[in-house]
């Protein structure tokens, strides 16, 4: 039994401080008080010049996603695939399976 606990006491402490390990290079540091955290600026490290910065965020504005991006709202997926066209999608909606049309179905429904 004290072997278990010589063992089991040593991986229970490194198992709960490998979080705050993680934390040590994170801008956001756990803190007492009301908030729970603090914030160190200082501590972030950017691999981006500024000049790249700001060709994104104008790159970003010429294509409308700065926009959604202030209001919250989700960015629209990029599809990797060419549009098909509405009898193409007809056709593989007959063409499915039971098993198939019985998951998608449930995916839409929610179970």
């Known amino acids: 039994m004290t072997s278990i606990r010589l063992v089991l006491l040593p991986a229970v402490a490194i198992a709960m401080t490998l979080p705050l390990a993680a934390q040590a290079n994170s801008v956001w540091h756990t803190a007492p008080g009301e908030a729970g ?14 000049a790249q910065v700001m060709a ?3 790159a970003a504005r ?3 996603s700065l926009a959604l991006l ?3 709202a989700p960015l629209p997926m990029k599809s990797a695939e ?4 509405r009898q193409q999608v ?5 063409a499915e399976s039971p098993d198939a049309r019985r998951a998608r179905l449930e995916l839409m429904t929610g179970g």
């Open 37 to 50: 955290v603090t914030y160190h600026p200082d501590h972030f490290k950017s691999t981006k010049t500024r």
């Open 56 to 58: 994104e965020v104008e």
């Open 62 to 64: 010429k294509d409308g």
């Open 70 to 72: 202030q209001r919250g």
């Open 82 to 85: 060419p549009p098909k066209t």
């Open 90 to 94: 007809i056709d593989e909606m007959r």
